[in-house]
């Protein structure tokens, strides 16, 4: 299996889902969009791997290579090509598939509980994942479900925190595979540094990461096992 790794920071990428990948033995194709690297012709990959990033999914002015990955978002996934977004990556499918994606009027920062739908209990994504969901959060957009799409988790500052597209294309807001290392690097993104002080202030925001340190590990058996569980739909 050959996976596109579509990444916008370099400290947001795959994470714990890179052991998944190398213990089956998939080829990654990782670009470095904010780095200008081009974008490759989707076709030529078994799946789309969107991560997160500081930039919103329609901040094209700018970063205006944003508009020909959503059109690359759209095309693969209209075309059935399996495709998981995580963070700016669900918005990003969800703006290439005509829906909003907006601001919130607080950021949702924190290890926090996301809780499935009955169908996202049904979901193939989720299967054997254990509830309560507890996930990294830390973002300050949300989206509208787009048409036709099914709603698979929310939480209650963003109702929206995973839904699928189609047989193969799904999305989620949360983060499961970030690592305490991540984590720290993360802290010294300037966009993310704000959101935490407005979100934290000083002193919680430095307990968040903190928390991240000691109880990322938490995180990690669910994060294998919904990216282990996407490989297999991938897979066919």
């Not at 509830?131 to 500052?157: A, K, M």
């Not at 989620?172 to 934290?200: C, G, I, K, N």
Request: hydrophobic share 45%; net charge negative; glycine share 12%.
């Amino acid at each position: 299996m050959k996976v596109l790794v579509l990444q916008h920071i370099a400290c947001e990428h795959p994470g714990v889902f890179s052991e998944v990948m190398d213990e089956r033995g998939v080829k990654v194709v990782a670009v470095e969009l904010d780095e200008g690297d081009p974008l490759p012709d989707w076709r030529e990959f078994d799946g789309v791997l969107a991560m997160g990033g500081p930039m919103g999914a329609g901040d094209d002015s700018e970063h205006p290579w944003l508009g020909d990955e959503r059109r690359l978002v759209r095309d693969a996934v209209e075309a059935g090509r399996p495709f998981l977004g995580v963070c700016l990556g669900v918005q990003l499918l969800a703006a290439a598939l005509g829906a909003r994606v907006f601001s919130l009027e607080s950021a949702e920062v924190g290890l926090l509980p996301v809780e499935l739908t009955a169908e996202g209990r049904g979901s193939r994504l989720f299967a054997g994942i254990e509830e309560p969901l507890v996930c990294l959060q830390w973002h300050g957009d949300s989206f509208d479900l787009p048409e036709g799409s099914v709603r698979l988790g929310g939480s209650p500052l963003a109702p929206n925190q995973a839904f699928q597209s189609g047989d193969r294309a799904f999305g989620v807001q949360f983060h499961l595979e970030v690592t305490p290392e991540m984590a720290r690097q993360w802290a010294e993104v300037p966009a993310y540094q704000a959101s935490l002080t407005r979100s934290l202030g000083d002193e919680e925001g430095a307990r968040f990461l903190a928390q991240i340190d000691a109880r990322a590990a938490e995180l990690h058996p669910a994060a294998r096992r919904l990216f282990a569980n996407w490989l297999d739909i991938a897979a066919g």
